[in-house]
């Protein structure tokens, strides 16, 4: 009887023992502890042995909870220049330089099935979530992402700031997905069959994460892509992608339904990206345009790129003023119905995307043409900038 309350205190003792050591297994210290357990006659040897095993399945279990994790980040500093004449002919400058975004996160993997990805945007003076996100992804035909994360939408709108060919993304994909409400909370599906991918997702529509208290409007969306037949030895693929809105005042800004169709094209040193775009508003008004990039690499480190632009709406303010720079003169004439626009630049791999640096030059012409005013806003802008992923 008194062995037995031995042994209970015994195993009692070395519960925590195991719940601190047990992601390495039992440690040199802990053996000599059962070993003097089993010599005194507390322990017995088939105890003993339950408990080394029970370690043992410990320490396996413990080192699957996180098997990878990696702390990742960018920063891209930038200059921008501006200076722009509106339509009656006054003319302005603008000039800054800016953090144009400093993001610090982590990204891991959870047992075998499951993955997780977070990353806020970092500055001085605030801190914004810009994706937390878990996803399921025990299938590759249908992985499940949870979270706060952008909508699949675009070939451009999707592709990372790190792997922009342009320091600023083209009016176009801005007009319909601000990058300031880039993201929004809800599910996904996500998949490929051979080399077709696809994606379904339902988000609530509101900005930001919304809170419980708040009953939710959403945006449906999906998208599906993959590789067309090559044209001798270039290799070409598309992407068409779709969202449906419910709430006039969400992330599409003004979009009640948009379509998107990408082509991208390859062929040694040239490469070609292009996209049209279509929405209608909430009123039955449309908007819509296209640009072409083409982009040639001359080195491995050295790569020109330019873009052409069109955009039209069916209404005076459904297009605002282009890049962030050329939004900050002339506030009263920062949107039309006609725009068209011409980037002319160059990009430095010092260790590809990881670590490059990017100058351009944009021509740009927002225009009236509903109300008989003509040029709104037309501008050049200076943008150079440095991209630092990790």
Not at 48 to 75: F, M, P, W
Request: charged share 20%.
């Amino acid at each position: 009887m008194k062995k037995s309350v031995y042994q209970r205190f015994g195993l009692t003792l070395l519960g925590p023992v195991l719940f601190l050591f047990g992601a390495n297994a039992l440690v040199a210290s802990d053996e000599a502890l059962l070993e003097v357990l089993l010599r005194e006659g507390v322990l017995t040897t088939e105890q003993v042995e339950e408990v080394r095993a029970q370690a043992t399945v410990k320490a396996e279990a413990n080192r699957n909870i996180v098997s990878s994790l990696r702390i990742r980040g960018r920063i891209q500093p930038q200059f921008g220049y501006v200076r722009a004449r509106n339509e009656a002919g006054e003319t302005d400058e603008y000039s800054t330089f800016e953090m144009r975004r400093v993001r610090l996160g982590a990204a891991g993997t959870i047992g075998d099935d499951w993955s997780f990805l977070f990353e806020a945007n970092v500055t001085p003076d605030n801190v914004n979530l810009q994706f937390a996100s878990l996803r399921w992804r025990a299938f590759p035909e249908a992985n499940i992402v949870m979270g706060f994360d952008r909508p699949v939408f675009g070939h451009e709108i999707y592709t990372s700031s790190a792997f922009l060919l342009t320091p600023e993304r083209s009016n176009l994909s801005s007009t319909f997905l601000p990058s300031s409400r880039i993201s929004l909370t809800g599910v996904q599906v996500q998949g490929q069959w051979e080399d077709f991918t696809y994606s379904a997702g339902v988000y609530n529509s509101e900005i930001g994460t919304n809170s419980a208290g708040e009953s939710s409007r959403y945006l449906f969306g999906g998208h599906v892509g993959g590789p067309l037949p090559d044209l001798g030895e270039a290799t070409q693929s598309f992407r068409l992608d779709y969202l449906q809105n419910e709430k006039e005042d969400s992330s599409l800004l003004f979009v009640n339904k948009a379509a998107a169709l990408s082509h991208q094209f390859a062929w040694g040193a040239l490469e070609t990206r292009s996209e049209v775009m279509w929405g209608e508003s909430f009123g039955g008004d449309s908007v819509g345009g296209f640009y072409v990039m083409p982009a040639w690499s001359i080195t491995d480190d050295w790569q020109v790129v330019a873009r052409y632009e069109w955009m039209k709406a069916g209404f005076d303010d459904g297009i605002p003023a282009p890049n962030r720079y050329i939004r900050r003169v002339f506030a009263d004439d920062r949107r039309g119905d006609r725009f068209d626009a011409v980037y002319a630049g160059i990009n430095y791999y010092l260790m590809g995307h990881d670590m490059k640096l990017q100058w351009g030059l944009e021509w740009s012409d927002l225009r009236d043409t509903r109300t008989g005013s003509g040029e709104r806003l037309h501008g050049v802008t200076a943008i150079g900038g440095a991209r630092l992923l990790f």
